[in-house]
């Protein structure tokens, strides 16, 4: 399905919306709610009239979306629980909930430039990575190294297991190779862990 540019445009204010609410830039009577609160009055009526207008052409990527959606609320919400009870927890908990929202933002722009080849799947980007690969990513930071130079940075033994991991992250599209070696695709810089 190729998307209208009206379409276009409802995403493109949803990614406006979230994008704003990352940095605080909301109307005032807004700004003073909790995060979740925020995201319930100031991104979700955006999120769901794109879901709604996608739903007919686009099923499987409107419930993509919408499972990202519902793990950025739930994400929203814990958090503002434990600022009850555990402010440091919930400080590298937040690190996490924006990690999220950059999920989110990133396969909102996928599906904006939509050509119609292939479905947007729930594989993208963090749900599939393990502690291998993670330990890969953060390695690599915005570096780039050899198969061999990359698993001692990784603390691992450069052997079949780990060859596969770096194959794994390079068929999905999470890392490049181009000599002098591996490196992380700039659209997958917010899977490095941010640090407290």
């Known amino acids: 399905m190729t998307l209208t540019s009206e379409q276009i ?24 709610f909790s995060r979740y609160i925020q995201l319930l009055r100031f991104v ?20 993509v979306v ?5 793990q950025l609320l739930l994400k929203a919400s814990q958090v ?16 996490n909930l924006m990690r999220l929202a950059r999920d989110l933002v990133l396969m909102l722009q996928r599906v904006a430039k939509d050509t ?16 291998t690969e993670q330990d890969i990513i ?5 570096g780039t190294l050899t198969g061999e130079k990359l698993a001692k940075e990784a ?3 450069y052997n079949f297991k780990f060859k596969s991991s770096l194959s794994g992250l390079r068929k ?13 695709e700039p659209e997958y810089e917010f899977l490095l862990k941010e640090s407290d």
Do not use: C
């Open 116 to 131: 119609g080849q292939g479905t947007l799947t729930l594989n993208d980007a963090e749900n599939g990575i393990n502690d």
């Open 44 to 63: 979700e009526p955006q999120a769901n009239i794109v879901l709604m207008d996608l739903s007919a052409g686009m099923p499987d990527t409107v419930r």
């Open 66 to 70: 919408h499972v990202k959606l519902q």
């Open 155 to 157: 603390g691992h033994p």
């Open 80 to 95: 503002d629980i434990l600022k009850q009870d555990n402010t440091d927890e919930a400080r590298r908990e937040d690190s």
């Open 9 to 32: 445009a409802e995403i493109e204010r949803l990614i406006d919306r979230l994008k704003k609410w990352q940095r605080g830039e909301m109307p005032h009577a807004i700004k003073d």
């Open 172 to 184: 999905r599209g999470i890392l490049g190779n181009k000599a002098p070696g591996y490196f992380l």
């Open 138 to 142: 953060e390695a690599l930071g915005s």
